[in-house]
């Protein structure tokens, strides 16, 4: 079913691509440990761009060998499990619009502490609303993008070799070392948050929910970090 280039492509987009990304980010830091200048909006274009080619290779792989659409989570499959994975949709969000309400209204120290937070993403995140236009782009490509990836392909790869529960654990796994960019303490969150990706798409049998879920959340945690940094600088 799947050959050497589909082999390939699992290695480059879930292995090479995110070391790559990792030991990237780890010069971004070292950059700007020195005070070097960097712009926000060129780490955003160049991810995007980044992402979208990984994903026309990967849909130009999947349906040059005439694989079903479906078979790549592209389909809504009406039933209980889309209505239970949109109640869900709407509670994860409901928890970030509350968070983001609760950093428009927080006094200087807690927005220190949410800012302390961010820990090695703190200097990525979007400080003006320029950037965080651009990040919001960003959050959607990643929604599509690596759900796409990460949910559809690598798992309907997986299952090839592995019963459905071990192809999804090893996947949401994947996901998560694949974002170790981020740092140590936040692994635990972004795999728990890829499970969560993954249970939605096993129980609606699509990637619609997961994409939706994905890019929203991405782009509340990016509007609550600018909300965060525009605050603290409004109180000097």
């Known amino acids: 079913m799947y050959g050497i280039a589909d082999h390939i ?6 292995v090479i691509h995110p070391v790559l990304g990792y030991l990237s980010f780890r010069r971004l830091l070292a950059r700007i ?25 990967g849909l130009s792989l999947w ?16 039933g209980p ?13 409901g928890f970030l619009l509350r968070q983001n ?4 209204t927080a006094d200087t120290a807690t927005l220190r502490r949410y800012r302390a937070a961010f820990g090695a993403m703190r200097p990525i995140v979007p400080h003006d609303r320029r950037e965080l236009r651009h990040f919001f782009l960003l959050s959607a490509t990643a929604g599509v993008v690596e759900e796409v990836l990460w949910r559809g392909f690598l798992i309907a790869y997986l ?34 948050v890829g499970a969560l990706f993954t249970l939605l798409y096993l129980m ?16 509340l ?3 609550f970090a600018w909300l965060v940094n525009a605050r603290l600088r409004e109180a000097g």
Do not use: K
Request: proline residues 5%; positive net charge.
């Open 9 to 14: 492509y699992v290695l480059v987009f879930a």
């Open 33 to 57: 440990a020195r005070g070097e200048h960097f712009d926000r909006r060129s780490i955003y274009l160049q991810s995007m761009l980044a992402h979208w080619l990984l994903l026309a290779i």
């Open 63 to 78: 349906f040059a060998n005439d694989r079903s659409p479906a078979g790549l989570g592209f389909t809504v499959v009406p």
């Open 81 to 93: 499990g889309l209505i239970a994975g949109t109640v869900l949709c709407f509670l994860a969000t």
């Open 101 to 104: 309400r609760a950093a428009a």
């Open 159 to 192: 299952l090839a070799f592995a019963p459905p529960w071990l192809a999804a654990a090893v996947a949401t796994l994947a996901f998560g070392l694949a974002h170790a960019y981020q740092g140590r303490a936040a692994l635990p969150r972004v795999t728990l």
């Open 204 to 219: 609606t049998g699509s990637l619609l929910l997961p994409v939706i879920l994905h890019g929203m959340l991405d782009a």
């Open 221 to 223: 945690q990016g509007r």
